[in-house]
């Protein structure tokens, strides 16, 4: 077993939830962009099936790999007995406030099929993970669960810290790069 799906078993029972509700978020809907795919997905084998045809559209991409995570997630947690469902939610390609609202519908579609108690969500970012607030006003995030690639681990990493030391700097500086440069 992965220290993922360790981390992911301890925040599940450290919590009361006793139906869980897997959640790949794809903030800016690349599975239907790019691969024509209708979300919400739901299920294991309609989400292999979604996660294998959008890895064949985009092999780079790392949704894909966050979609693959979502199910093995799932695995983990039905082996260990929970009751569990894995969905794949998805928002609108500009992102915002649309996005967030289309993948609440979406996880509010979901809770009619499956009446979860909990939810565990799979990312690959913070971007997805930013819609984690709209998800929580119907359903309680027991876990979160970040997918990074392991060979490009360091470069991610890098960009994270120069995105954060860009947003800590403040638009005066920008002004000044952009003159100096």
């Not at 693959?68 to 569990?84: H, M, N, R």
């Not at 913070?126 to 470069?155: F, T």
């Amino acid at each position: 077993m992965s220290q993922s799906s360790d981390k992911v078993e301890k925040e599940v029972n450290a919590s009361t939830a006793n139906k869980l509700l897997v959640i790949c978020v794809d903030r800016d809907n690349d599975i239907g962009e790019k691969a024509g795919i209708m979300t919400p997905v739901i299920g294991r084998d309609a989400c292999i099936d979604a996660a294998q045809r959008f890895a064949l559209e985009d092999p780079e991409d790392a949704d894909s790999n966050s979609m693959f995570s979502a199910i093995k997630t799932y695995e983990d947690l039905v082996s260990k007995g929970y009751q569990v469902e894995v969905v794949i939610v998805a928002g609108i390609k500009e992102r915002g406030v649309q996005a967030d609202e289309k993948i609440l519908i979406e996880i509010k579609k979901i809770l009619e099929v499956f009446s979860a108690n909990g939810a565990v969500i799979v990312s690959d970012g913070e971007d997805d993970e930013s819609v984690i607030p709209v998800i929580q006003n119907v359903l309680p995030v027991v876990s979160v669960q970040r997918v990074i690639m392991k060979v490009s681990r360091s470069v991610e990493y890098s960009y994270a810290v120069f995105g954060k030391y860009l947003k800590i700097w403040g638009g005066h500086q920008k002004a000044f790069l952009f003159d100096y440069f």
